[in-house]
T-cell receptor
Framework: GAGVSQSPSNKVTEKGKDVELRCDPISGHTALYWYRQRLGQGLEFLIYFQGNSAPDKSGLPSDRFSAERTGESVSTLTIQRTQQEDSAVYLC??????????????FGPGTRLLVL | KNQVEQSPQSLIILEGKNCTLQCNYTVSPFSNLRWYKQDTGRGPVSLTIMTFSENTKSNGRYTATLDADTKQSSLHITASQLSDSASYICVVYSSGTYKYIFGTGTRLKVLA
């Protein structure tokens, strides 16, 4: 595709429900990142996938958060038992190679999550 | 602690005017620094990337400077346009931790 796509663009859910956010990276990009951006705040690293290596989950805030990636394609970020504090924009980014190469990340438009 | 701080937090200028955004970092070891532009409702888009040995880099009306000794960078916008209204994010890459450290951004508003 032309760029990183994310779906849904907006999601409103009730506290306690589970949500799944999807990211389609640029074709051929081996690295994929998830970030959280709270209103007026900077980007907060969540998780990083690089090819078939074990993901770097060091940024996940709690065990309610998990993410999967199928090979070098689609990734889903799952938030279980959502809390109001989870309300944020969730951004996905991809790069051709991994973090060790310090490449430019290409970001998707984000999913705006609102937990009521 | 690896940190990236940006100032001002927000800025309002008139169309056609110039402005300068600041970024101070304490990231070590330093590898490179990027400036991103994030339009409202969109993901960040890379404007420039600067390595340790580079002092100045331009991209159209955007000029970034880097002083690796004082660990400061600036983004200068010349002859601002309404479309420059966005958040500008400074990101430093640490070659020690292989992490991107994001600043909180400067929100720029250009008025007609």
């Amino acid at each position: 595709g032309a760029g990183v796509s994310q779906s849904p663009s907006n999601k409103v859910t009730e506290k306690g429900k589970d949500v799944e956010l999807r990211c389609d990276p640029i074709s051929g990009h081996t690295a994929l990142y998830w970030y959280r951006q709270r209103l007026g705040q900077g980007l907060e690293f969540l998780i990083y996938f690089q090819g078939n290596s074990a993901p770097d989950k060091s940024g996940l805030p709690s065990d309610r958060f998990s993410a999967e990636r199928t090979g070098e394609s689609v990734s889903t970020l799952t938030i279980q038992r959502t809390q109001q504090e989870d309300s944020a924009v969730y951004l996905c980014a991809s790069s051709l190679k991994g973090q060790g190469f310090s490449e430019t990340q290409y970001f998707g438009p984000g999913t705006r999550l609102l937990v009521l | 602690k690896n940190q990236v701080e940006q100032s001002p937090q927000s800025l309002i200028i008139l169309e056609g005017k110039n402005c300068t955004l600041q970024c101070n970092y304490t990231v070590s070891p330093f590898s490179n620094l990027r400036w991103y532009k994030q339009d409202t409702g969109r993901g960040p888009v890379s404007l420039t990337i600067m390595t340790f040995s580079e002092n100045t880099k331009s991209n159209g009306r955007y000029t970034a400077t880097l002083d690796a000794d004082t660990k400061q960078s600036s983004l200068h916008i010349t002859a601002s346009q309404l479309s420059d209204s966005a958040s500008y994010i400074c990101v430093v890459y640490s070659s020690g931790t292989y992490k991107y450290i994001f600043g909180t951004g400067t929100r720029l508003k250009v008025l007609a």
